[in-house]
């Protein structure tokens, strides 16, 4: 593999400043939960289903329990004090709540139970819950020895229909056109509903709405073409946006391989709030860890608002920014897809070679991790011809530098969701290069003295810069300040500020404690 | 060659060929008789001499063709008329005197992508400092005051931000166009605002992938931008229709 001879002090210089960067928004976050960790934590119970008006039953419990200020001491112990008065199940207690035939916060009021009981009583529960999601973690790794997944980098493909039965159709097809990767893209808002929709959908806008039941029929769907594939066909959702550590959860019950997870996507390009946003992110990492669920972080947005040259080097911090707080969740280099795209001005002079550099770049400074690259998008046009030659060049890129997960761009880029036959032309092309040019960054070097070097020393330069910058003044200010993406977000503003908690001194999460504890003690 | 412009076909190689490609999937798989039935849809397209040059299976009884063939049918150029939202684009600078000659004063407008659109690719081509395709965007302009509010503004809110900033304009965004989704928030826009006896207080402009100048003309909005659009474009109407209107007003 042909090498760029990075500044090594330099690359410590990012990692320590990452540290400090890091330490902060812990500092930012001590003692907070929120209503989504909340409703998390009550799904990862087992508590499901909606009411009569299409409200789901955690939504229910934690409003509940947050207008009655029974919210501090976290959902899993007023859970548990109302499984203990009641005797009833999980299952039997969401029911009767979302049939309104149960009043929870009676139940927990009457309850004088023992706190120590109620808590081991849910520590046992979640101790077997945790124990689900671990078997379903062995499952994937059993049909990956089976049916091994294509080589790197995997050919990751968007359906977008809406409907998730023809999203079935479009993915099975895709799979049998050679995609390792099929993302169900969401409706358009969803990132945006405090609750996460239920049951299988076939309406949406843009997209598919993220429900569990559409989850299994997408996995049920996938395990069955890779098995006829030979191939395991890994499935990716999204939970980001407003209820990310729910979706984390249902992804881990469903046994998705990849969710889209950044730690300030939302607060950037959805203007939610930061302390809901480093919360949630925090505990979805978690769940993503202990499922073994491959984060992709959106990184690549940056440079649809910003330009891609002069603002490489935003791209760069974030991704130390996401790596260290995602290895402060447990999450280990192999499971970060940080995320990076091919978004140079097409009309620049040498842009190839500086999209070569920058993703040569990322690649060396994150050597373990599948790193996720993005298509161009910005300098799409309608012109399909050409596009479809960008797309070839974004390959090649991708090809010589060695990435993890391509992200497949598709001619059609500005025009429509992908067509079948867009997604069949665009895995034809990266398979044709990805053959083509195998071992082309095996045969070549960077000239010492050359633009490429040149090129990625500059960014990591002023990557360290940044880096050191933000460390100095703290994220939340540089997030004030318009350093990501040019777009300033206050702190005390933005989406899902209400749903931020102070946690009580006797607060209990016992799923991050189990969580926790078990990924510390394997690594 | 002489060619006669009141009845022109498509040019492949020689004038009046009338040659024509299209590319299509077919829900069969791929085969002799799908290859068939490609040729069969070119025919019915009124397509003469149709090759199918391509065929391939896509799986699950899906297949993709590429297809030749030509047409006889003419249009009659001399008889076009399009609606267009400008006459003659200025360029920046041009744009910039227009305004501070005939108007006096900077330009408020605000600009959003409305409903549920997260997409603000678009918006950010025509309004950001940077602009796009080498053209600055509208925020860059002296003759400007812009506020953009980005993805996912309720019309009401757009409303109520307009009058707040004393807006001069409107532009919006729509790139989802899944179920005519844009069409109704747009119609709904054009409809808050008449509810309101605020529609002749602001000029609005809508812009996206599917939207032509038609369309908005139709949907009750001054003007319409499609795939493409540049912001000189964008600003060069808004200081002709804005001098218009702002003249009026003092005559």
Redesign the interface.
Known sequence: MAKLDLDQNKVKRCRLASVKIADSVDNYIEGLTTTSVERTILRLYGVDGVNSEEIPVPNLIVDQLNKADLLEAGAAVRLGQALLSSQLTVEDLSEAIAENKLDIIKLINNSNLNSNKVKSYMRELASNRAKKIKAIREKRDELQQEYPPGPKPWLYVIVAT?NIYEDV?QA??A???GADIVAVIRS??Q??LDYVPYGPTT????GTYATQENFKIMREALDEVGQEEGRYIQLVNYCSGLCMPEIAAMGAIERLDMMLNDAMYGIL???INMKRTFVDQYFSRLINAYAGIIINTGEDNYL????ALSEAHTVVASQFINEELASRSQLPPELMGLGHAFEI?P?VKDGFLLEIAQAQLVRQLFPEAPLKYMPP???M??DIFKGHLQDGMFNLTSIITGQGIQLLGMLTE??H?P???DR?LSLENAKYIFNNACNLGGEIQFKPDGKIQGRADKVLDETVEMLEEIAEKGLISALESGLFA?IERPRNGGKGKDGVIKKASDYYNPFAEIFRKELVASE | MSRDLTAIKPYGDTMNDGKIQLSFTLPVPAGPEGKEAARKMASQLNLKEVEVVHTKDLGEDFSFYIVYGQTDKTIDYTKIRVARATSSVMDYYEINEYIEENIGRPLRVVGACTGSDAHTVGLDAIMNMKGYSGEYGLERYPMFKTLNLGSQVPNEELIHKALEFDADAMLISQVVTQKDIHVKNLTELVELLEAERLRDKFTIVVGGPRISHELALELGFDAGFGIGTLPPEVASFLAEELNREINKEEN
Do not use: C, H, N, V
């Not at chain 1, 309406?203 to 843009?206: A, L, M, N, R, S």
């Not at chain 1, 649809?304 to 330009?307: E, N, R, S």
């Open positions: 809406g159709q099975r097809a799979a049998r056109q358009t808002a990132s945006l309406e949406g806008f843009g390009f959805r203007d649809t608002t910003a330009d001005d009309t998008t910005k300098y046009t309608g500005a025009i969701t067509f079948m036959q069949a040019g």
